[in-house]
């Protein structure tokens, strides 16, 4: 069975600093891994994506994310956050055609 | 860029009420799915639907729940008889079904039982 373990459900980061949000995952075999991002009243929109490519995705908005099999993580990072970036952010897990797993979610908060 | 639209936007229903929530995929999409997230918690999935028929269901999705593609093009989710914890934001999402596991997200309807 997949699961998403995404440690920090509130992370607040200054305007301009790195963020870092932490999500790791359990799957019986490679899994696909995504970042989807949900706005105040709004949908999930997605972020990025890994699909067995390289390991180090580029997404929207100046993310991205590290596939590491060996600490089973994929980590999302922004070198340099901006007021936009406030929003929560759900890591996901699928093992193929099959329906996607969420973690509890990250509220990103950024400070002026 | 092609999306996934979801009516209503939003629905006030009393319990006991029969919904039905409205989703268009992608055109060329072959899976389809259903996911609901209480308010201040994870979105949970409910239900996923290929060939006309449902592929995956989870515990949530019991007899109160039912899926339709009526017309090749509407994706409903009903929900026979409400209850107070129906009360979520339901998310229609679908997935081309070629390679990886991309799903698009509508913008989703918000379900409120009184």
């Known amino acids: 069975a997949q699961s998403v373990t995404q440690l920090g459900s509130h992370v607040s980061v200054s305007e301009g600093a790195l963020v870092l949000l932490r999500c790791n995952y359990s799957?019986?075999?490679?899994?696909?891994l995504f970042w989807y991002v949900q706005y105040p009243n709004q949908g999930l929109q997605l972020l990025l994506k890994y699909t067995s490519a390289a390991t180090l995705v580029k997404g929207i908005n100046g993310f991205e994310a590290e596939f590491k099999k060996s600490e089973t993580s994929f980590h999302l990072t922004k070198p340099s956050a901006h007021m936009s970036d406030a929003a929560e952010y759900f890591c996901?897990?699928?093992?193929?055609?099959?329906?996607?797993?969420f973690g509890t979610g990250t509220r990103l908060t950024i400070i002026p | 860029e092609p999306e996934v639209t979801q009516t209503p936007s939003h629905q006030v229903t009393q319990m006991g009420q029969e919904v039905i929530l409205r989703c268009v995929p992608i055109s060329n999409h072959l899976y389809f799915y259903w996911y609901r997230q209480i308010l201040g918690q994870k979105v949970e999935f409910l239900v996923s639907?290929?060939?006309?028929?449902?592929?995956?269901k989870s515990e949530i999705f019991d007899d109160q729940f039912s899926v339709e593609r009526p017309d090749g093009s509407n994706f409903t989710l009903k929900i026979r008889s409400t209850k107070l914890e129906d009360s979520a934001m339901y998310f229609c999402?679908?997935?081309?079904?070629?390679?990886?596991?991309?799903?698009?997200f509508g913008a989703g309807s918000r379900l409120t039982v009184l």
């Open positions: 999402a679908s997935n081309p079904g070629t390679g990886a596991n991309v799903l698009t």
């Open positions: 639907f290929y060939n006309n028929e449902i592929s995956e």
């Open positions: 996901a897990v699928s093992e193929g055609n099959e329906k996607l797993t």
């Open positions: 799957s019986s075999v490679p899994p696909y």
